[in-house]
């Protein structure tokens, strides 16, 4: 029986996200298991909205700025939470100021904890209403997800770490991401998550460097 | 062998369109099979975006607005077209003004060449480049689809048909719709091509009054 020892790597796609960003809940909650019955890897890359929005001239989300769009948006977010069987309750705050948990998701960007983490803290703000941008909520979102995670806490305060995050959010708006969440395959850019399952699709086909 | 000749009332689903909009495309080429394939009749709502626009505080759409949402707009239609198996192009001119193909559309709503009308007026914007806000290609347009091209066009441009699109322009802002397509099953609103099948679906369950 053949056997090669060689590792083949594995298509990735980008998944540009924040967790004041409802659609990006959806796609938090979705994109593992999607991603793997594609055989595709998922790079996650947390960035913040917030400045995005000001780079744009917006003082806040545009479903705060647009009333219709926002009415629409909740509707829309119901709707399509029971489609794929997650739970979803309007948020007391819209949008919610996520520096701390965005902060801890770029220094565990690449570590195996980092799916577990960023989906407890979905849950926190889209189902559970708490606010998500306390240690508190954060240490909870860690708990049974690293061994300490009040060392995590700690090391995503460091100055070295919040510079990550500022730069990460420069790079987002340097490759004319404006919304969340945003993939990439390759140099394909897809927008929301009514395109998650194309992005996946794509990242199959996109050779591996 | 029993037979009911009672004539069953089929469920009905609005779709607010406008020649302009880009997405609106997809979904005047889609519709008609996807209404049928599932019972639905498809009530046509052609309005005006520009008025809604404007109301909103922009002078054009959010597309030309937006340079990276434009950008990657076009990137998106190219690749959703594709998947669709719809021919296009992006148009050299955009938005396109449409009123004169626009009154066609609300004088012809109900009648059964509404839909061969407005999937002919798409195909020039977005595949042929044409100037679609032109009485020759509203012409072409309405030639084999109705008996006197002229004599439809003569009846667009009268005061009583006008005002029938700014006014249903105006029941479309007072309806909620910032952009098109919109979709109405019964009060359930969903906006965009994206929603097409669930506006459908939603349709289906809707109690015929």
């Known amino acids: 029986m053949k056997n090669s020892t060689k590792s083949v790597a594995k298509p990735t796609l980008e998944m540009w996200f924040e967790f004041g960003s409802n659609y990006s809940y959806l796609s938090v909650m979705r994109i593992e298991e999607l991603a793997r019955k594609s055989g595709v890897s998922v790079v996650w890359k947390p960035f913040l909205l917030g400045p995005i929005f000001k780079y744009l001239g917006w003082d806040s989300s545009p479903f705060v700025l647009q009333s219709n769009k926002g009415k629409y948006m909740w509707r829309d977010m119901a709707r399509q939470a029971e489609k794929y069987g997650l739970k979803f309750n309007q948020p007391s705050e819209f949008p919610r100021l996520a520096t701390l948990p965005m902060r801890v998701a770029i220094l565990g960007a690449e570590q195996p904890w980092i799916g577990a983490f960023c989906k407890n ?14 240690t508190d909520m954060v240490l909870q979102a860690l708990t049974g997800v690293v061994p300490n995670p009040g060392l995590i806490i700690d090391h995503a305060q460091s ?16 490759r004319g ?33």
Chains 1, 2 share one sequence.
């Open 177 to 209: 991401i404006f919304g969340g969440p945003t993939f990439f395959a390759g140099e394909e850019m897809f927008w929301g998550n009514d395109r998650l399952e194309d992005a996946i699709e794509c990242a199959r086909t996109v050779p591996v460097g």
């Open 121 to 134: 803290v979905m849950v926190q703000n889209w189902v559970d209403d708490l606010d998500i941008n306390t």
């Open 159 to 174: 100055d070295v770490n919040k510079l990550r995050l500022r730069e990460q959010t420069e790079e987002a708006r340097n």
